[in-house]
């Protein structure tokens, strides 16, 4: 969530001013690939 700093939240006049709406938004991030060594031991 980002909002301003309550400095940023004052109107010229020294009114503290208020949140009107929200808006959102979703980002997609991509992991990359993993690799693993998974070694297999069989007894002879």
Known sequence: MLDLI???KLC???C???RISEESSEQ???IPAQFQVIQNVRFK
């Open 6 to 8: 309550d400095d940023e």
């Open 28 to 30: 997609l991030d991509i």
């Open 12 to 14: 010229g006049c020294g």
């Open 16 to 18: 503290q001013m208020s």
